[in-house]
């Protein structure tokens, strides 16, 4: 069945640091990716998506993800987070299994930023 | 601008009072979705509608039910049958263009945080 993970479910790294979150997806074909990123206590935002073409994706708040299909990733990254960047951060991809035409989303990866 | 509304933000329900959670969207989007939000477990789908006058259950459709009267709303009524239904509920929709079909990109609302007293 196809499914979308997500490793980590809460990370710290510090205000100026690199960050990585991780995505792996289960899919036979190449799917569409999505990375939503939500504030607390507000709706999820688009970050960025990949659908074919450049592997690198760009997104925005200076987040970019790179889909790899040796590895079944599109993990996020940002070369130094901001205070303003803590916030929980979920991969998405299309549910293909139903009628719904939805996304199915990882359980999340919560960012938390040291000053 | 267009955007999905959700209303009320908060809402305060007593036991065994049905609350309905209204959510309104201005993309000409055909369609819509509501999900639950509870810490740890992500994003779980309760009903979701392709068109107007159309809707189906989802994962978690139980203690809940919808209307589709309308193209722009689809309002979502917690029952006093759900169990447990203090969470954080979230509206969506998605493009009715080809792209929007398969990649599935959704939109969102703020989300509407329900607590039951």
């Known amino acids: 069945a196809q499914s979308v993970t997500q490793p980590d479910i809460h990370i710290t790294v510090s205000e100026g640091a690199s960050l990585e979150l991780r995505c792996n997806y289960s899919?036979?074909?190449?799917?569409?990716l999505f990375w939503y990123v939500q504030s607390p206590g507000q709706g999820l935002q688009l970050l960025l998506k990949?659908?074919?073409?450049?592997?690198l994706v760009q997104g925005i708040k200076g987040f970019e993800a790179e889909f790899k299909r040796s590895q079944s990733s599109f993990n996020l990254r940002k070369p130094s987070v901001h205070w303003s960047d803590a916030a929980e951060y979920f991969c998405?991809?299309?549910?293909?299994?139903?009628?719904?035409?939805?996304?199915?989303f990882g359980k999340g990866t919560k960012l938390s930023v040291k000053p | 601008d267009g955007g999905i509304t959700q209303s009320p933000k908060y809402l305060f329900r007593k036991e065994g009072q049905n609350v309905t959670l209204s959510c309104e969207q201005n993309?000409?989007?055909?369609?819509m979705y509501w999900y639950r939000q509870d810490p740890g477990q992500g994003l779980r789908l309760i009903y979701y509608?392709?068109?107007?006058?159309?809707?189906q259950k989802g994962d978690i459709a139980e203690g809940y039910s919808v209307s589709r009267e309308k193209k722009e709303s689809f309002p979502l009524t917690v029952t006093s049958a759900q169990k447990n239904p203090t969470a954080f509920y979230l509206c969506?929709?998605?493009?009715?263009?080809?792209?929007?079909?398969?990649?599935?990109?959704?939109?969102f609302g703020e989300g509407s945080r329900l607590t039951v007293l």
């Open positions: 969506a929709s998605r493009s009715s263009t080809w792209q929007g079909f398969v990649t599935g990109e959704l939109f």
């Open positions: 993309l000409n989007h055909d369609a």
């Open positions: 899919y036979g074909a190449t799917p569409y």
């Open positions: 998405a991809a299309p549910n293909y299994g139903g009628s719904q035409g939805n996304l199915i």
């Open positions: 509608s392709q068109i107007v006058n159309d809707f």
């Open positions: 990949y659908f074919s073409g450049d592997t």
